[in-house]
């Protein structure tokens, strides 16, 4: 059994034109922890409010439904001789038949914000936080599936397989494609080679070394690694 280098395993791992589909996944992360952070972080600032902060009364600048079929309301008040504005989301859509625009409405207000007493705030459902993420996972999942498989196959080729000559039947660049901004182009190569069996069999290899195939035509030889039935064109660099 040869040891495999670090730099060889992650070069097996990313030489599957779908393993693009990580950098999907980990471009993907923050924006999917977003909506998670930005709630947890609403709750911790409501319960500061709760505990720490001050009654007072602000004024009512605009109050709305949005497309969500949720009150937002916008309002000033002052706070240490300063005066701001804040915003409120609730789904307790009759405030808006008990408030107007120029109305007073009692709040909380610290150093952290403020909120209105006695309303609730809107908040997402929880299950969402974790819906959205599953849709994303189980989407690229099938390509998650063939970048495992391809690299346990090239993996058991460059640990047991013997270094041998191949006959090209063909060589073909791929489709070009990207993942967000990860740009990826490919060759495939058709090639003939004699298994352990001692039987002539037909190997397909994807790569992205143009190097490998530089002046390579039909029924040139190609380096190939053999294990049992299975080959692939070998990359030593």
């Known amino acids: 059994m040869k040891p495999l280098l670090f730099r060889t395993r992650l070069k097996l791992f990313f030489s599957h034109r779908f393993s693009r589909a990580f950098g999907m996944l980990f471009f993907a992360i923050p924006f999917l922890a977003i909506p998670l952070i930005s709630s947890l972080v609403s709750e911790i600032d409501d319960n500061k409010l709760l505990k720490n902060g001050v009654e007072a009364v602000g004024k009512i600048l605009n109050i709305h439904e949005n497309a969500r079929n ?46 209105i007493q006695n309303v609730d705030r809107f908040r997402l459902p929880d299950h969402l936080f974790y819906m959205i993420p599953l849709i994303f996972l189980m989407c690229l999942s099938p390509f998650v599936i063939a970048v ?72 040139d030889d190609i380096q190939i690694l053999v294990f049992k039935d299975k080959a692939t064109v070998y990359d030593d660099e």
């Open 148 to 219: 495992l498989i391809n690299y346990i196959k090239l993996k058991s080729l460059y640990t047991h397989g013997c270094l041998l000559a191949g006959k090209i039947v063909s060589i073909k660049q791929g489709s070009s494609h990207s993942f967000i901004f990860f740009s990826d182009t490919f060759y495939r190569v058709v090639f003939k080679f004699t298994d352990s069996m001692n039987r002539e069999r037909t190997g397909r290899s994807t790569t992205r070394n143009l190097a490998l195939i530089a002046n390579k035509n039909k029924g």
């Open 70 to 115: 949720t009150i937002i309301i916008e309002y000033q008040y002052a706070l240490n001789g300063k005066l701001k504005t804040d915003r409120f989301e609730t789904p307790e859509v009759h405030v808006r038949g008990y408030y107007k625009e120029g109305d007073e409405i009692p709040i909380l207000v610290s150093e952290d914000g403020s909120l």
